[in-house]
């Protein structure tokens, strides 16, 4: 595969595999036919055997700050994007964006940039984001974030402390409702922070199917789906 080539996971399209393609800062979809497992060779892209490449156009807002990041990893609900960061920019405190690629992944970044400016107004163990969203003609599509460190091997984590998170996210009302390893890191104080809140929402309130998780299957968002997925992930300390 190309170096130059970010690609995310694989996912049907139509009756076609594909994955997309983020390749000298514009994103591409490359579909094809058979076996999802049997992944084009990218080797000479955008040229493809076997498989067909498409190009995805984006509001000239996304493609601005498409022009002026690089992906730091693509996820099942959005994409992460770094930030060129020109001294004096402003742009050093959140530099991280993270960006809808689709109408569904543009309702989990609008729910979440809700909830987590609301978090961080309280003061609560979430990543901290920028105050004003990423905006274009259709309305929210990502916004800014600081930069956090991932738990490396020699940093142990205990169900306690994540259980302290948890409290004082439910303090506020807030279910996270998709809590795991992944989604628990550091930010540049050593404090444990969670983030990915794309599929959380309030208590009581009902849950879009979309955002249901594979494991709780209530209706309506509860702290004991946060309770499930702490004793499920979080039985031992983690690295």
Request: hydrophobic share 35%.
């Amino acid at each position: 595969m190309s170096k130059t080539a970010q690609v995310t996971d694989t996912y049907k399209f139509g009756d076609l595999y594909a994955a997309n393609i983020d390749f000298q800062r514009q994103e591409y979809r490359v579909s094809w036919r058979g076996d999802w497992r049997n992944f084009p060779d990218l080797g000479s892209f955008p040229q493809v055997p076997g498989a067909t490449v498409a190009f995805i156009s984006h509001s000239p807002e996304v493609d601005e700050l498409w022009a002026k990041s690089q992906v730091l990893r693509y996820g099942a609900d959005s994409h992460i994007r770094l930030l060129d960061q020109e001294p004096g920019s402003g742009e050093e405190q959140f530099p991280v964006c993270k960006v809808a690629a689709n109408d569904r992944q543009r309702r989990f970044i609008q729910d979440e940039f809700e909830i987590l400016r609301d978090l961080g107004l309280n003061a609560a163990p979430t990543v901290q984001v920028h105050p004003e969203p990423l905006v274009d003609g259709k309305g929210i599509f990502g916004f800014r974030m600081e930069r956090l460190l991932a738990i490396g091997p020699d940093t142990a984590v205990g169900k306690s402390e994540i259980f302290k998170c948890l409290k004082q996210i439910h303090e506020k009302g807030v279910v996270h409702n998709d809590l795991h390893p992944m989604n628990v890191m550091m930010n540049g104080q050593g404090q444990l922070v969670l983030i990915d809140f794309g599929r959380s929402g309030r208590v009581g309130n009902k849950i879009p199917t979309e955002k249901r998780s594979p494991w709780w299957r209530a209706e309506l968002y509860s702290f004991e789906a946060d309770q499930i997925s702490l004793d499920r992930f979080f039985s031992n300390p983690f690295s």
